[in-house]
């Protein structure tokens, strides 16, 4: 596991952008738990973690294509999907196993 952020740094709703073994991830933080996908859109590359974040949605900011932070599934286009990463919170740090 690899220490990426405080707790504090990210609060209900914030997405941040960290790089865990050479990998840009986004983390987010949704209904107090925390999740971590690939940054990198399938599509044509963009950041996630400069997506609008809609509860479990995370919207890529080119084009909107939109992933479930939970598993990584997009709901658009259907069959597509980005990486997910285990994340643990403890002791007000957040680490990622990537
Ligand atoms: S680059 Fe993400 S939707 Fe196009």
Known sequence: MTRVLASAELPEGARRLVVV?????????????????????????????????????????????????????????QGCRVQTFEVVERDGEIYLGA
Request: hydrophobic share 45%; glycine share 14%.
């Open 21 to 77: 073994g050479g990998r840009a991830v986004a983390v987010v933080r949704v209904q107090g738990a925390v999740y971590a996908v690939d940054d990198v859109c399938p599509h044509r590359g963009g950041s996630l973690a400069m997506g609008d974040l809609q509860g479990f949605h995370l919207y890529c900011p080119l084009h909107a294509w939109c992933f479930d932070v939970r598993t990584g599934d997009a709901f658009f286009p």
